[in-house]
Structures are given as structure tokens and as C-alpha cells.
């Protein structure tokens, strides 16, 4: 029975140092699965901050984009109200135009219906007054193509 003593000691022995080497080794890999989770979370966070600085340095670039091209957009509508007024301005100097053109034609029929009246001449009133509103015509072509380009580059530079 000594022998059964001996080994019953021993596995006792061995069941002790079993549960010491299993308390020691559960120990050393909660701290091991520490270290890493914490080398995780800091490379996690660093990570993050490098997104959130990108982010953050293109939302900066969106609005200023966004102000530039509210100046922008500020400036042609204060282009296109200028070339409204000065429309306008030429549609009354063409609708004066027009009436002194009938009123002078009136007056020339009148003065052609009495006998021994000169011919009119040619008209030579309607000169300036096509090439003005060729130029403007030509003008409003060219605000009008701006005015797209600069709507098309507003829309292409506005955030989703």
C-alpha cells in the first residue's frame, strides 16, 4: 500500500502543480489578450484620427469651394441683372426708335402726298441700331454660355 500512498501523493503532487501551472498560464494569457486587445484599440484610435483629420481637411475644402462659388455666383447674377437693365434700357430705345421711324414716315407721306415733293432717300437711321442690338445679342450668346459653364462647374464641386 505504500506504493499506492506514494502514488496517490504523487498525483496529488502533480494535480497541484497541474492547477498552479493552469492558474499561472490562464493568467500570463488574460494578460497577454490585454497587451493585444489595448495594442488594438490604440492602433484602432489612431486609425480613426487619421480618418477623422482626412475628413475633416475635406469638408474645410468643400466649403471653401462652396463660398468661392457663391461669390462667384454672386457676381453673374449681378452680371446678368446689369445686362436685364441694359435690355431693357435698349428695348425702349428700340421702342422709341420705332415710333419716331412711324412718326418721320407719317410726316414724309404727308409731305409726299403734296405735288412737287422731293423722293425720301434712303434710310440711314437703321445703321447703329442693328449693329447695337447685333452686339447685344451677341453679349447675352456669351453671358449665356458663361453663366452654363459656371453652373455646370457650381454643380461638379457641390458635396453629395
Known amino acids: 500500500m505504500s506504493i499506492l500512498w506514494k502514488l496517490g501523493g504523487a498525483a496529488i503532487v502533480l494535480g497541484v502543480l497541474w492547477a498552479a501551472y493552469g492558474s499561472w498560464h490562464h493568467s500570463v ?3 497577454g489578450k490585454a497587451e493585444v486587445q489595448a495594442a488594438w484599440d490604440k492602433d484602432k484610435a489612431g486609425r480613426q484620427a487619421i480618418v477623422d483629420a482626412a475628413v475633416k481637411q475635406q469638408q474645410e475644402r468643400d466649403d471653401a469651394i462652396i463660398q468661392a462659388n457663391a461669390k462667384d455666383l454672386d457676381k453673374y447674377r ?3 441683372a446689369d445686362a436685364a437693365s441694359a ?3 435698349l428695348a425702349r430705345r428700340l421702342r422709341d426708335a420705332e415710333r419716331r421711324q412711324h412718326a418721320a414716315e407719317s410726316a414724309l407721306s ?3 402726298s403734296r405735288p412737287g415733293a422731293a423722293a425720301p432717300g434712303a434710310d440711314s437711321g437703321d445703321g447703329p441700331l442693328t ?3 447685333g452686339a447685344a445679342l451677341a ?3 456669351d453671358n449665356a454660355a ?3 459653364a459656371l453652373s455646370a462647374e457650381v454643380r461638379r464641386n457641390q458635396p453629395p
Request: net charge negative; proline share 0%; with cysteine.
Open 29 to 31: 494569457y488574460n494578460a
Open 78 to 80: 449681378a452680371v446678368v
Open 87 to 89: 435690355g431693357l434700357a
Open 110 to 112: 404727308e409731305i409726299n
Open 131 to 133: 449693329i447695337a442690338v
Open 139 to 141: 453679349e447675352c450668346t
Open 146 to 148: 458663361q453663366l452654363n
